[in-house]
């Protein structure tokens, strides 16, 4: 069975602070995806990557894939109180139903 | 907004009740996948629908059964509820089953609690 395992679960910050958040799994996947779900939300795609090292940037998130193809990590620069929610990462294969992760509850505070 | 709809959004059931869960996908996708999402947990896959047929199933009991129509929404049924199938039910919706590259756009969810 292939597991995902976050860290930290929960993060409480303030405003303008830096974070990252981990996603690791003792198996490799062919792709990855990071989702934020917001209360009483279903979630919502970020990104998607696929290559070993492979770095993405959207506006102030950058997310990594590892080497491997092991782990990621989720980088937020300059946080603000609109990121708040439950970021979840999914690992998959081809052919097979992505498996999530318990997700990082991150909380900014203004 | 994802365009996919589910309904109802909130549900209270007794233990041994029978539930029936709704979900529209989005508009031109084939493909519906259902997910449990316990608190403090992330979703659990239960099973996927690809052109009205079941495409891969989680470790889920067979008192969770679903279907899909030939519009591609989709029902997710459990029978004899346990107190343990208290949960948001996510539907996300996509195009061509397990395709390499598939994007689940989700609904808002259906939060069940059994008593």
């Known amino acids: 069975t292939q597991l995902l395992e976050q860290s930290p679960q929960f993060l409480s910050i303030q405003e303008g602070e830096n974070l990252t958040v981990y996603c690791n799994s003792s198996?490799?996947?062919?792709?990855l995806q990071w989702y934020r779900q917001e209360p009483g939300e279903g979630p919502v795609l970020l990104v998607t990557?696929?290559?070993?090292?492979e770095v993405k940037k959207l506006k102030r998130l950058t997310f990594q894939f590892g080497d491997a193809r092991k782990d990621s990590s989720l980088h937020i620069t300059a946080a603000q109180p609109g990121d708040t929610g439950l970021y979840l990462c999914?690992?998959?294969?081809?052919?097979?139903?992505?498996?999530f992760g318990p997700g990082t509850r991150l909380s900014v505070l203004p | 907004e994802t365009g996919v709809t589910q309904s109802p959004t909130h549900l209270i059931k007794t233990r041994g009740q029978q539930v029936t869960l709704r979900c529209s996908s989005q508009?031109?996708?084939?493909?519906v996948s259902w997910y449990q999402q316990a608190l403090g947990q992330g979703p659990q896959f239960i099973f996927q629908?690809?052109?009205?047929?079941?495409?891969g199933r989680g470790n889920f009991p067979p008192r969770f059964s679903g279907l899909q129509f030939p519009n591609y929404s989709s029902e997710l049924n459990v029978n004899a509820l346990e107190l343990d199938d208290s949960a948001l039910y996510l539907c996300?919706?996509?195009?061509?089953?397990?395709?390499?590259?598939?994007?689940?756009?989700f609904g808002a969810g259906t939060r069940l609690s059994v008593l």
């Open positions: 629908y690809y052109r009205e047929e079941e495409n």
């Open positions: 508009s031109g996708h084939n493909t």
């Open positions: 999914a690992g998959g294969n081809y052919g097979q139903n992505f498996v």
């Open positions: 198996s490799v996947f062919s792709s």
């Open positions: 996300a919706s996509s195009l061509n089953g397990r395709a390499k590259g598939n994007i689940q756009y």
């Open positions: 990557v696929v290559t070993g090292g």
